[in-house]
């Protein structure tokens, strides 16, 4: 049975910072890709950052230089790094994990708030 769960959400002011955590067990971690998405309050969901199992990484325009993503195989775990928040960051953060060989092969989290005030 795969699992993510998420966990580090929360409510912060505008230019705090939160990190997000991702663990995942049923799957061979090391040849997932892995990402976090948002959506926020009536939009659809967007791509935060990935990682790929040989962790080239990928951000989003609106996150560059705020926030970093990281992956720790050993732990199977997938972190998101995230300073200087905005309240357009405010969402719902999902994790990813998707399989390099079979890209069908995809699994969700059940997501975590995340909540900037201004």
């Known amino acids: 049975q795969v699992q993510l769960v998420e966990s580090g959400g929360g409510l912060v002011q505008a230019g705090g910072s939160l990190r997000l955590s991702c663990g995942a067990s049923?799957?061979?971690?090391?040849?997932?890709?892995m990402g976090w998405y948002r959506q926020g309050p009536g939009k659809q969901r967007e791509l935060v950052a990935d990682?790929?199992?040989?962790?080239?990484?990928n951000y989003a325009d609106s996150v560059k230089g705020r926030f970093t993503i990281s992956r720790d195989n050993a732990k199977n775990t997938v972190s998101l790094q995230m300073n200087n928040l905005k309240p357009e960051d405010t969402a719902v953060y999902y994790c990813?994990?998707?399989?390099?060989?079979?890209?069908?092969?995809?699994?969700w989290g059940q997501g975590t708030q995340v909540t900037v005030s201004s």
């Open positions: 990813n994990a998707q399989n390099k060989y079979i890209r069908t092969r995809a699994y």
């Open positions: 990682i790929t199992s040989g962790s080239g990484t």
């Open positions: 049923g799957i061979n971690f090391s040849i997932y890709n």
